[in-house]
């Protein structure tokens, strides 16, 4: 279906309230997000730069050469400016201590095919917290309660997130010393011992753990059933 031209607007640098309404339609048509009529400054403020480099001269301009145009990067771009990228370590704290002491295992004693992986699936996975404190959470658990008879090899995480930026970040696992300030306290001080290793004012997920998680972008308004089937989904990030 065509959307034909977009109707003219004001010509200056600033959004006006339609050029606002385009741009709303445009982002919750790309990637689901919507915006209320309280965030024109938001999408204003993360679109300005985007505008000035592509020399557009108006957000209506602009608007044309990201629907009409053939540059596929100035939409990834867009998307990317757009979306929020908020996460930190083990948010909430509650959560992950009922992930690691009732629902993973739950998990660990249900009947399941022979060589088959407990799947889980981190969706939004932003630069990568959340998929890595699952399996950080999976390896003390593994530590902890041997009765158990798994490993985290019997495990398998999928983190995925629209932003290649932020996906390329996680798969890096280097963070600096405000994210991992963000989420990292004293309860989890035994982990941050045992599973990052520090180096000058960065911190690094161990090797051990970034190999359990396989980072895939994706865009969850597409077609995921390549994924396969999941025993657990994590859509915290996705929610907020």
């Known amino acids: 279906m065509s959307l034909g031209p977009p109707p003219q607007y004001g010509s200056g640098p600033g959004m006006s309230d339609g050029e606002f309404a385009l741009f709303r339609t445009y982002v919750e048509r790309e990637c689901a ?53 908020e996460t930190l370590w083990f948010r909430d704290t509650h959560p992950f201590v009922a992930l ?26 932003s630069t990568g917290q959340e998929p890595y404190s699952v ?9 902890r309660r041997r009765e158990l008879s ?48 520090t180096r000058g004012a960065v911190s690094e997920v161990i090797p051990e753990i970034r190999r359990r998680v396989r980072f895939i972008r994706l865009n969850l308004q597409d077609d995921f059933v390549h994924l396969g089937r999941f025993h657990l989904t994590l859509l915290r990030y996705v929610l907020i």
């Open 135 to 143: 399996a950080m959470i999976i390896d003390d658990m593994c530590r």
């Open 100 to 125: 690691r002491d009732e629902v993973l295992v739950r998990l660990a004693t249900q009947p399941r095919r022979a060589g088959a992986p407990i799947r889980i699936w981190s969706a939004g996975c």
């Open 150 to 197: 798994v490993s985290p090899d019997d495990f398998e995480i999928v983190a995925t997130d629209i932003s290649s930026a932020a996906l390329t970040l996680a798969q890096m696992g280097r963070y600096d010393r405000i994210a991992m300030n963000r989420g990292l306290g004293e309860e989890w001080a035994e982990l941050r011992a045992r599973y990052f290793e």
């Open 33 to 85: 997000i919507s915006m209320g009529q309280d965030k024109k400054y938001l999408i204003e403020a993360r679109l300005g730069r985007l505008l000035v480099e592509t020399g557009a001269t108006s957000y209506t301009e602009f608007y044309r050469r990201a629907v009409y145009g053939q540059d596929v990067g100035l939409r990834n771009r867009i998307i990317e400016a757009i979306t929020t990228n």
